[in-house]
């Protein structure tokens, strides 16, 4: 469970960048459209008929260009909505599953290189996973020790 939480996280905040990419686009988008528009506006005030047609065929596809990059930013948003909702039901979840055990050093080494790499953007794949590799690592250990003295006893 705790490594689903993880890789939400990770799913969350890449989609949270390629939602801030999408709006960095929608920003040039509306900019080039200005532009053409802006160049039609002038070519017709000095009658260039032949740079006003060539602006005019820029505006119309640099206006449906907006108009897609718009659809996707809502559809953006609406997916980093639904993740973050999914992520918090799972966070409660993991949360009340592990209630009422004490936080193993496994635990607490997973929170704390999570609040020191969810501080950087989340970009180095390299080291999410080794940070995954490490925990799920510390996890088996203390399962296998654990099991080990269960085994003890009997």
Not at 18 to 31: C, F, V, Y
Not at 35 to 58: C, K, N, P, W, Y
Not at 77 to 105: F, I, P, Y
Not at 135 to 143: I, L, Y
């Amino acid at each position: 469970m705790r490594d689903a939480v993880v890789e939400a996280k990770v799913a969350v905040q890449e989609m949270r960048e390629a939602l801030t990419r999408t709006q960095g686009e929608l920003k040039l988008e509306r900019q080039r459209l200005a532009d053409a528009e802006r160049r039609g506006r002038l070519a017709s005030e000095i009658q260039d008929q032949e740079t006003v047609t060539v602006a005019e065929r820029f505006a119309v596809k640099h206006r449906e260009r907006v108009a897609v990059l718009e659809r996707k930013l809502a559809a953006q948003q609406e997916e980093v909505a639904l993740a973050d909702r999914e992520l918090g039901e799972m966070q409660g979840q993991l949360k009340s599953a592990t209630q009422g055990r004490g936080a193993t050093e496994a635990d607490r080494s997973i929170d704390r290189a999570w609040r020191e790499v969810g501080s950087h953007d989340l970009q180095d794949d390299v080291l999410k996973g080794d940070i995954d590799r490490a925990a799920r690592e510390a996890t088996a250990d203390q399962q296998l020790e654990a099991l080990k003295k269960k085994m003890r006893k009997d």
